[in-house]
């Protein structure tokens, strides 16, 4: 199975059909799902922000999202997110799939490994985000003319404000391309649960400090608006093109079984 981590501006699933609304229950709480089907194979939609994006990306329950999905037996997660760009080459209104990450949170719960009866685990990270599925991403983009960059740093940020522009020219020298608010722990969970992850980021604006105007949710927003068509066709087009159950190693990046972890 596949699943659909919408994130800002990317709400709506009515590309799937037969769509029921599913409550999946964690040890790490419940989550809301919705499951539908795209072309005879089987699709969940999660909003990442919730209902009407109510919950901000430092309070996003991450590890109830992933155990939620995984329970659902989701092997493949595509998500999205809206982001800032550090990188004139990354322009407002671009695809760019992320290929590493710099980590800047300050307050999340980043693993399902915490000790006592889960034990502790140091998962592999070297390529956080599933080359079978960038690669099938980037394919599906290049034969749509969408413009995409194949590759980019996603610097996460704990938020919910924006940043400043001394941390964001601290970022562009640490190499950093993007900027956002919930790329991790989001693609280290669903490593460590054994699932392919990859992030499709539409650029929505210039960083702080390049852009010539402050920052605004609304300006988010409204790119991700004028986007959403796009971003809606690659993801069908994706979801049509991958084989959903081929073997990748991702599944096998570390050898703990989670089923028991997980059980709500
Ligand atoms: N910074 C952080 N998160 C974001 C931005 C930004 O400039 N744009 C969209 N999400």
Do not use: W
């Not at 499951?35 to 089987?42: A, H, I, L, S």
């Not at 997660?77 to 949170?105: C, R």
């Not at 610097?155 to 993007?178: C, K, S």
């Amino acid at each position: 199975m596949l699943a659909i981590i919408g994130g800002t501006g990317v709400y709506d699933p009515s590309m799937l059909s037969d769509i029921k609304d599913i409550d999946v229950r964690t040890v790490y709480g419940d989550v809301e799902v919705k499951v539908g089907k795209f072309k005879d194979k089987e699709v969940v939609f999660m909003n990442r922000h919730g209902k009407g994006h109510s919950i901000p990306p430092h309070l996003v329950n991450y590890r109830a999202n992933i155990a939620g999905l995984k329970k659902l037996g989701v092997k493949n997660i595509l998500a999205t997110a809206a982001v800032g760009s550090l990188n004139p080459n990354m322009k407002p209104g671009e695809f760019v799939l992320v290929d590493q990450f710099l980590d800047f949170t300050k307050n999340r719960k980043h693993t399902f490994f915490e000790g006592g009866k889960n034990g502790v685990v140091h998962v592999d990270v070297t390529e956080p985000y599933c080359k079978r599925l960038r690669s099938v991403i980037a394919k599906c983009a290049n034969e749509m003319n969408l413009p995409i960059h194949e590759g980019g740093v996603y610097v996460t940020t704990e938020g919910p404000r924006y940043e400043t522009p001394a941390e964001i020219r601290m970022f562009r020298q640490l190499g950093g391309d993007l900027v956002g608010m919930t790329g991790v722990p989001e693609v280290v969970l669903a490593r460590e649960a054994g699932m392919c992850y990859a992030s499709i980021c539409m650029v929505t604006n210039q960083a702080a400090g390049i852009s010539p105007t402050p920052l605004t949710h609304q300006e988010v927003l409204d790119v991700m608006a004028q986007n959403s068509k796009k971003m809606r066709e690659l993801l069908m087009k994706v979801i049509e093109s991958l084989s959903f159950d081929e073997d990748c190693g991702c599944r096998n990046a570390i050898d703990v079984p989670m089923d028991k972890l997980i059980e709500g």
